[in-house]
C-alpha cells in the first residue's frame, strides 16, 4: 500500500517555473514506477510523464517535451515534476500515481495509486 501526498502547485506567470513534489508513504516505493498526469476543466485526465523505479527510463508527453523533468529520489521517497516555460495552457490540476511494477509506462490504468493532486495555474 502507498499514499501519495502532492505539493509545490500555485499562481505562476506564463514563462514560470514550478517544480511539483509527490511524498510517498511505504517501505516499497523504490520498486515503484512513478507518474504524474493532469485534469484541466471539462477535460480528461491526461498523461504527462513517468520514470521508472530506478530513473534509468522517463517517457514524456509530446506537449511537455524539452520543458518539463521528471525525477525522482527513492532515499527521500519523493517524485518530482520540474515545470519551465509554463503556458496558460498548463493550467489543471496535477496528480502523482505509483504503479505496482518497475516499468515507466504511460497509460492512466497502469497505476495504482494516486495523490489527492495539486493545482498549477498559469496566467497570461
Known amino acids: 500500500q502507498a499514499q501519495l501526498v502532492e505539493s509545490g502547485g500555485g499562481l505562476v506567470q506564463a514563462g514560470g517555473s514550478l517544480r511539483l513534489s509527490c511524498a510517498a508513504s511505504?517501505?516499497?516505493?523504490?520498486?515503484?514506477?512513478m507518474g504524474w498526469f493532469r485534469q484541466a476543466p471539462g477535460k480528461e485526465r491526461e498523461f504527462v510523464a513517468t520514470i521508472s523505479w530506478n530513473g534509468g527510463t522517463t517517457y514524456y508527453a509530446d506537449f511537455v517535451k524539452g520543458r518539463f523533468t521528471i525525477s525522482r529520489d527513492n532515499a527521500k521517497k519523493t517524485a518530482f515534476l520540474q515545470m519551465n516555460s509554463l503556458t496558460p495552457e498548463d493550467t489543471a490540476v496535477y496528480y502523482c500515481a505509483a504503479r505496482r511494477g518497475s516499468n515507466a509506462l504511460a497509460g492512466f490504468n497502469a497505476y495504482d495509486y494516486w495523490g489527492q493532486g495539486t493545482q498549477v495555474t498559469v496566467s497570461s
Open positions: 511505504g517501505r516499497t516505493f523504490s520498486f515503484y514506477a
